[in-house]
Structures are given as structure tokens and as C-alpha cells.
């Protein structure tokens, strides 16, 4: 075991504040990784504020993770020291299911190992998350970083970046299609980006009308104000995808009636309460109404290299450690353009 500086939620009510902890000693299939930048996602603060109902205390969030490998276990062949790397929401799963032999480690039939609110297999310790200076992962569960992109413009696509990639992909999104994005957040502004870089014809939808030139200079080929019901009522039945990216309450069948006959709407966004179905915008149209959890590891790589390939990265702040309770309260005013971003830097030396 190895002392590491990180920053913790003691309680669902008491801000984060700062906590050594301890990380294992690498196997010989594991890698010790210094982080550099950890992105800050609403599923984190939704699980510091227990908002999930099964948080465990104290808990190290944070999985957006970019570093550089600082030590290797004896049988690690994907990763030597110095390289740059990324950890996203899984550090681990069971590695046999037929969902991890298909590369959907996600949704591991015995449940994948979250990077934070897990248990570790090698110590039966909880998991602690990219809030913190170094992390011990199984080399499986690590990702290629390219050189070329900013670093900290890159960690948020270790969990915004695949939760969006998955589901665009999976649903086949791509010219011809109109695809509409709800919420221009962290996941959100990932999801315009990508959408467009597919070839689809972009909606965005916002409650906030001061993100409407944003929501342009991101991708999107039109912006509508999901408050303004005569705005909405024009679209009735023109989409062929819509994906959900809200954290909080709202009316997903405002959006259902959108779909064209037969198309899907697929919740990402993770609100607290359970969100009301009506029975007719489904049934009237035999729409579709998903849901769609991070992505594989394979797929995770894929998106990262389309993402150097293409130049593509999230906009992010980027944030002392110390500012990390004024950046959840500005998330959840909706004031994120669009992702903070902690320099862990800022946490101190990393750990020996
Ligand atoms: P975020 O940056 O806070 O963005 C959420 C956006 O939702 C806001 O920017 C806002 O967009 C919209 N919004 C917020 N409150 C709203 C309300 N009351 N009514 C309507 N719209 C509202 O959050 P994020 O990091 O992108 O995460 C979004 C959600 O996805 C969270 O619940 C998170 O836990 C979840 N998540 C799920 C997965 C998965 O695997 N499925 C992975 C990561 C995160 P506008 O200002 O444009 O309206
Ligand atoms: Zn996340
Ligand atoms: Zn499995």
C-alpha cells in the first residue's frame, strides 16, 4: 500500500475536503498511474450528495481520469512507463460473462467495478475515484491517451465522451438522420459534437437560452428553447433519435412526441426520482424509450482515437482542487461551459 493525497466526501451534507488515502501496490496486471486532470461529472455529485441512495462514506469521486503511467506490474504488455493514459467509470469487471467477452464490460452480468462506489476485487477496499493524485488499475480497464490532444480537454471523454459515443453509435446515428440532444451540459455538448462529426442533422434542446450560440458553435445546426411549447409543438414527429442528457426533473414526454413513428429516445441523464411515462406518445407511435450506461472498453478506445483523429475534445474550465465545492453549486445553476476540469496539480505531489 502507498499513502495518496485526495479530495473526499465525508457526508451527503459536508463539502469535500482534503483526506489521504490509501492505493494499492500494483500486481503484476496492474499499473500505477500520476494523475494529471480529472473531469467533474454530475453523476459525481450526484453520488457525494448520496442523491443514488447508496453511497458509502467517505467517498474519493471522479472518473475522468488522464495521467501518466508511473509503474507497471511485472506482466503488463499494453503500457509502459511515461505513457498517457485514461480511466473512466470501471476499473474492473468479471472478465468472463458473455457481456464482458463481447466487449460490454458495462453491463457485466456480475456488475462491472465502478471506479468509485466499488468494492476492488484485489483488496475487498472500496474504490476510490480520479479526485486524487495516483490510481492503481488492471491494465485491461486502461485506455491509450494520444499526445495530441489538450490533456485536460480530454479527460471528460473517459465518461461524458463514451456515455454519448455508445448510444449515437449503437442507434447508428449518421447522415440523413435529424437526431435531437436534450441538455447542453457535460454529456450534452459531447453528444452535439459527435452527433455532428457523424453527419446527422443536429437539434439541440435547452432550457437555457443564454447557450444558443454555444449550442451552434458546437455542432448544432439549429437550437430550441424546451420552454417555449410553440417551438417545440414544430418539431411533433421529425426526429429519428433523440438522446437524454438531463441530470434533473423533467418532462420526457414532451420529447417522445417528437420521435417519428418506430425511433427511440434514449435516456443518459441520471435524474434522483423516477421520471413519469405517459402511455400514449409511445404507444400511438410505437416509439421506443431507452436507456444507455457508459460503453465498453473496446468502444471507449475507438471513441478516443476518433476523437485525435478528428480533433475533437470537450470545452472545459479548469479548476483548482480547492474550488471544487463552488463548481458543484455552479453545476447544478446550469452554469458549466461545459465541463470543469480539476488540475490535480493542485492536490500536491503525486504519490511514491
Ligand atoms: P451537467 O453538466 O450538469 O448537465 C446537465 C444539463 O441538463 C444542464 O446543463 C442543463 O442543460 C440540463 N438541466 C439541468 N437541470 C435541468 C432541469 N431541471 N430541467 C431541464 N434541463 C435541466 O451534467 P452531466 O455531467 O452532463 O450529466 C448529466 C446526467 O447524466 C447526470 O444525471 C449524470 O449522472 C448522468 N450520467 C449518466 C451516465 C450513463 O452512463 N448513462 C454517465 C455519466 C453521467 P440546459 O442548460 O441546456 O437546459
Ligand atoms: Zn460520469
Ligand atoms: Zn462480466
Not at 410553440?230 to 420526457?252: G, P, T, W
Request: proline share 5%; hydrophobic share 40%; with cysteine.
Amino acid at each position: 500500500m502507498f499513502r495518496c493525497e485526495a479530495y473526499a466526501a465525508p457526508a451527503a451534507d459536508k463539502p469535500l475536503s482534503p483526506l489521504t488515502i490509501e492505493r494499492r501496490d500494483p500486481t503484476p496486471e496492474d499499473v500505477v498511474i500520476d494523475i494529471l486532470y480529472c473531469g467533474v461529472c454530475h453523476s459525481d455529485l450526484h453520488m457525494a450528495r448520496n442523491e443514488w441512495h447508496f453511497t458509502t462514506y467517505p467517498v474519493v469521486v471522479g472518473h475522468e481520469i488522464v495521467g501518466r503511467v508511473s509503474k507497471i506490474g511485472a506482466d503488463v504488455t499494453k503500457f509502459k512507463v511515461g505513457d498517457l493514459v485514461g480511466v473512466g467509470c470501471m476499473v474492473d469487471s468479471c472478465r468472463t460473462c458473455p457481456n464482458c467477452r463481447e466487449g460490454l464490460e458495462q453491463y457485466c452480468d456480475v456488475g462491472n467495478i465502478q471506479t468509485y462506489g466499488g468494492i476492488e476485487p484485489q483488496t475487498g477496499k472500496p474504490t476510490a475515484g480520479g479526485y486524487s493524485r495516483s490510481i492503481t488499475v488492471y491494465e485491461g480497464f486502461v485506455l491509450k491517451v494520444s499526445e495530441k490532444l489538450d490533456l485536460a480537454a480530454t479527460a471528460p471523454l473517459l465518461c461524458a465522451g463514451i456515455t454519448t459515443w455508445s448510444p449515437l453509435r449503437h442507434w447508428k446515428v449518421g447522415p440523413g438522420m435529424k437526431v435531437g440532444i436534450v441538455g447542453l451540459g457535460g454529456l450534452g455538448h459531447m453528444g452535439v459534437k459527435f452527433a455532428r462529426a457523424l453527419g446527422a442533422h443536429v437539434v439541440l434542446f435547452t432550457t437555457s437560452p443564454s447557450k444558443v450560440e454555444d449550442g451552434k458553435r458546437l455542432g448544432a445546426h439549429e437550437v430550441v428553447i424546451s420552454k417555449n411549447e410553440d417551438e417545440m409543438a414544430a418539431y411533433a414527429q421529425s426526429f429519428d433519435f433523440i438522446l437524454d442528457c438531463v441530470s434533473a426533473d423533467h418532462d420526457i414526454n414532451a420529447y417522445l412526441n417528437l420521435l417519428k413513428r418506430d425511433a427511440t429516445l434514449c435516456l443518459v441523464g441520471a435524474p434522483e426520482n423516477p421520471q413519469a411515462i405517459a402511455a400514449f406518445p409511445l404507444l400511438m407511435k410505437r416509439r421506443r424509450f431507452a436507456g444507455s450506461g457508459i460503453g465498453g472498453i473496446a468502444e471507449t478506445q475507438e471513441m478516443l482515437d476518433f476523437c485525435a483523429e478528428h480533433g475533437i475534445t470537450s470545452d472545459v474550465e479548469v479548476i483548482d482542487i480547492k474550488d471544487i465545492n463552488t463548481a458543484y453549486e455552479r453545476m447544478l445553476k446550469q452554469d458549466v461551459r461545459y465541463r470543469f476540469t480539476i488540475n490535480m496539480a493542485t492536490l500536491g505531489e503525486p504519490a511514491l
